[in-house]
T-cell receptor
Framework: AQSVTQPDIHITVSEGASLELRCNYS??????LFWYVQSPGQGLQLLLK??????LVQGIKGFEAEFKRSQSSFNLRKPSVHWSDAAEYFC????????????FGGGTRVLVKP | GAGVSQSPSNKVTEKGKDVELRCDPI?????LYWYRQSLGQGLEFLIY????????KSGLPSDRFSAERTGGSVSTLTIQRTQQEDSAVYLC??????????????FGPGTRLLVL
């Protein structure tokens, strides 16, 4: 069965600074990887996804993520954080063998300091 | 256009009571999912509906949980004899249903359930 680990529960970053959120997955074959963001009181919104091809994926709101098979990682990055980026971020993996269900990591809560 | 909607947004109930949570998917989406988000357990898959196929119920934690989807659209998640450990945010998502597990799932705002 696949699993997803987000090692950082909380991250605090200053506005304008760069942000990197870590995601490690465990799955025997090529996974399908997603990053979702959940703002307070809101549902989950897809930031980006990776299925195949270019390992650097661009998403919405200026986010990008890089798939590294050798490290089983799919880290999310943003060069310059805005106060509106304060939210909880979830990495998820889908797999053909798992049907249509997504397996989520535990989430990373991002706080943005002015 | 309209996104996934869920009702109620908040529900407080007493232990032992039954509750029903409703999900209205995006119009035209044939795939519908329920997830649960709770402290200590994170986001967990509960059940998945695709068109007229038998639902994937592999994530339901006990037989107190059931879900149905009427007319291929609206879905209701029912929790019988609620327990305090059922307290969580219940999230519904939908997707077009044409590309299987590769599809983007669109999430609703959730129903926050508190069992006293």
């Amino acid at each position: 069965a696949q699993s997803v680990t987000q090692p950082d529960i909380h991250i605090t970053v200053s506005e304008g600074a760069s942000l990197e959120l870590r995601c490690n997955y465990s799955y025997g074959a090529t996974p399908y990887l997603f990053w979702y963001v959940q703002s307070p009181g809101q549902g989950l919104q897809l930031l980006l996804k990776y299925f195949s091809g270019d390992t650097l994926v661009q998403g919405i709101k200026g986010f990008e993520a890089e798939f590294k098979r050798s490290q089983s990682s799919f880290n999310l990055r943003k060069p310059s954080v805005h106060w509106s980026d304060a939210a909880e971020y979830f990495c998820a993996v889908g797999a053909k063998a798992a049907g249509n269900k997504l397996t989520f990591g535990g989430g990373t809560r991002v706080l943005v300091k002015p | 256009g309209a996104g996934v909607s869920q009702s109620p947004s908040n529900k407080v109930t007493e232990k032992g009571k039954d509750v029903e949570l409703r999900c209205d998917p995006i119009s035209g989406h044939t795939a519908l999912y329920w997830y649960r988000q709770s402290l200590g357990q994170g986001l967990e898959f509960l059940i998945y509906f695709q068109g007229n196929s038998a639902p994937d119920k592999s994530g339901l934690p006990s037989d107190r949980f059931s879900a149905e989807r009427t007319g291929g659209s609206v879905s209701t998640l029912t929790i019988q004899r609620t327990q305090q450990e059922d307290s969580a945010v219940y999230l519904c998502a939908s997707s077009p249903g044409t590309s299987g597990f590769q599809e983007t799932q669109y999430f609703g705002p959730g129903t926050r359930l508190l069992v006293l």
